[in-house]
Nanobody, 115 residues
Framework: QVQVVESGGGLVQAGGSLRLSCAAS????????MGWYRQAPGKQRELVAD???????YVVDSVKARFTISRDTAKNTVYLQMNSLKPEDTGVYYC?????????WGQGTQVTVSS
């Protein structure tokens, strides 16, 4: 069982930045993959970025120039740095941890980008 807790969402103007945090209840070296997903109103949840236990990162092309995923292994925390935010980045951002083939989701954090 892994618990993940997201934080850092909020309301920001277009062009602004936010850093989301996802804190895991166990060492992230035991988690094969941690990822950030987002769900815009009326749309399906989609992958934004993820990072493996070995530190290999992936960011989807649509946000690659603006978003960065990183981690602090001492804090068992994964971050999503979001710069140059756009109104279309609005949505609920979820963190997911994959361990032993099971998915563990957080409760999500709302990001709202005003134009």
């Amino acid at each position: 069982q892994v618990q993940v807790v997201e934080s850092g969402g909020g309301l920001v103007q277009a062009g602004g930045s936010l850093r989301l945090s996802c804190a895991a209840s166990t060492t992230i070296f035991s988690i094969s993959n941690m990822g950030w997903y987002r769900q815009a109103p009326g749309k399906q949840r989609e992958l934004v970025a993820d990072i493996t236990s070995g530190g290999i990162t992936y960011v989807v092309d649509s946000v690659k120039a603006r978003f960065t995923i990183s981690r602090d292994t001492a804090k068992n925390t994964v971050y999503l740095q979001m710069n140059s935010l756009k109104p279309e980045d609005t949505g609920v951002y979820y963190c997911k941890a994959v361990r032993n083939g099971y998915n563990f989701w957080g409760q999500g954090t709302q990001v709202t980008v005003s134009s």
